[in-house]
């Protein structure tokens, strides 16, 4: 399954940036390149870096990671309610509310960095488990209508986006 095969009714305008940064891509090659390339940058910075904010009222590096993984994780709820075919309209959620309600920048950084890898790979294993058939199932969240399929470029292209951030910004 390839980036450039979905439609732009597969999901919210709020996500095409992601969807688009990612070129032309095969789901599972960039789930697991992303993963490789988040964690190999990440892995061996000071904590001084971990909780360097560059602006006031901006997210430390600590606090953009757990804030990837409780995207990733509910993306994937998402994913796996859509593929069920249920019609509940899912609520949106204030990542600004999540972030500081996270603890992130209290927490070992080599803790975030393992959940993350393992929130990542059950996503993989979520989106290996689907039928082609449940790829295309749609689902509502915060109104819009999303596909399964469409769930996993944008997990990707989310966790992607906050890494172009950090090595601009932070590193």
Known sequence: MNSVQLNENEYAPFYSSYIESLGEVNLFDVLNTSLKDLVSTLENLPEEKLIYSYAEGKWTIKE???HIIDAERVL???ALRFSRNDATNL???DEDWYVNNSNGNTRNFKDLLKEF????NASISLFNSFTPEMMFLTGSA???DMTVRALG???AGHQMHHLKIIKEKYL
């Open 153 to 155: 470029f944008i997990i």
């Open 117 to 120: 890898i393992n929130i990542r």
């Open 76 to 78: 994937s709820y998402r």
């Open 91 to 93: 609520p949106g959620f």
């Open 64 to 66: 953009l990671v757990q």
């Open 142 to 144: 915060n109104n819009s």
